[in-house]
């Protein structure tokens, strides 16, 4: 596990913040505390929304949060990677204030913690073996042959989508990570992985693998879940701490910055974009996918 602190200077808060804080003194309290405290942030190891690169955490997770918190002025924001899995047990545990790998927001999730406002949208992706000798383009492929085997980062939205696509329980092995899922199919242990979209893409040239092939012709699964919103989330009690966030970042999200930031993180389309009117509760009960 890796820990690292970033201390970001910030000027003050603008006189209409004070206002609003006056208006508002459980979210002042909360912002209070943050501001002479710092805030601890948990961040999974997964490219491109959180990894360590030269001693320093990078990724569209990282800059989002941090630019938003900086300007709550909230200057020290302390990062943690650390597994997926681990990420909302270690919210409830306290031992975060917000969680963020741009986190796929989903009704199972939604009952343990309140996802702040969408951030990224994002489809899903196939790492195969080289030559893709099983001709596996499809989460259907992987359902209509049982024989056919998948390594899936444990704690993923995957495990749920290629369930709901056919593929059985017996066929899907679950690994630490995404580089872990590479492995098993190199050794010959998978037949296939699958994660996000960028994800697996970024993973894939990373790897630089002749065991392995990217398929670019993957067949995006029509089901509810797909594409997935990407949001930080927050412990269930902790509303001021999520609405002064969402209020941050939807004025951030309003500016060209926001979409260079993305773009600089490899989100470089139209549609990696949320629309401003989806909200997480639109999200946590499907209704954006009706």
Do not use: H, W
Not at 182 to 203: C, L, N, V, Y
Not at 263 to 270: G, I, L, T
């Amino acid at each position: 596990m890796l820990c690292f602190a970033f201390i970001f200077a910030l000027a003050a808060c603008s006189g209409d913040n004070n206002d609003a804080d006056a208006d508002n003194p459980e979210d002042s309290d909360r912002i209070d505390e943050l501001k002479e405290d710092g805030a601890k942030i948990g961040f999974a190891d997964e490219k491109p929304y959180a990894y360590e690169e030269d001693g320093e955490l990078k990724g569209v997770a990282v800059d989002v949060a941090t630019k938003v918190l900086n300007d709550l002025g909230v200057e020290e924001v302390e990062g943690e990677l650390t597994d997926f899995g681990e990420l909302i047990p270690g919210l409830q545990a306290n031992k975060f204030d917000i969680i963020t790998a741009s986190m796929a927001i989903t009704p199972e999730r939604c009952e343990n913690v309140e996802f702040g406002k969408p951030e990224v949208v994002y489809g899903e992706g196939l790492v195969v073996q080289d030559g893709n000798p099983k001709d596996i383009t499809s989460y259907e492929d992987l359902a209509a042959d049982s024989d056919l085997t998948l390594s899936i980062m444990a704690g993923a939205t995957e495990i749920g989508f290629v369930q709901e696509e056919g593929v059985g329980e017996d066929q899907i092995e679950e690994a630490d990570d995404i580089p872990a899922t590479f492995s098993a199919i190199e050794s010959g242990r998978a037949d296939a992985t699958t994660g996000t979209e960028m994800t697996i893409k970024m993973a894939y040239e990373s790897a630089d693998s002749e065991n392995l092939e990217l398929v670019e012709d993957f067949e995006q699964p029509d089901i509810t879940g797909v594409p997935s919103y990407g949001a930080a989330a927050f412990n269930e009690d902790d509303d001021a701490l999520r609405e002064a966030y969402n209020e941050q970042l939807e004025e951030f999200q309003d500016t060209d910055e926001y979409e260079e930031m993305l773009a600089d993180n490899y989100f470089d389309d139209e549609d990696n974009i949320p629309d401003d009117d989806v909200t997480a509760d639109m999200v946590c009960s499907e209704e954006v996918y009706e």
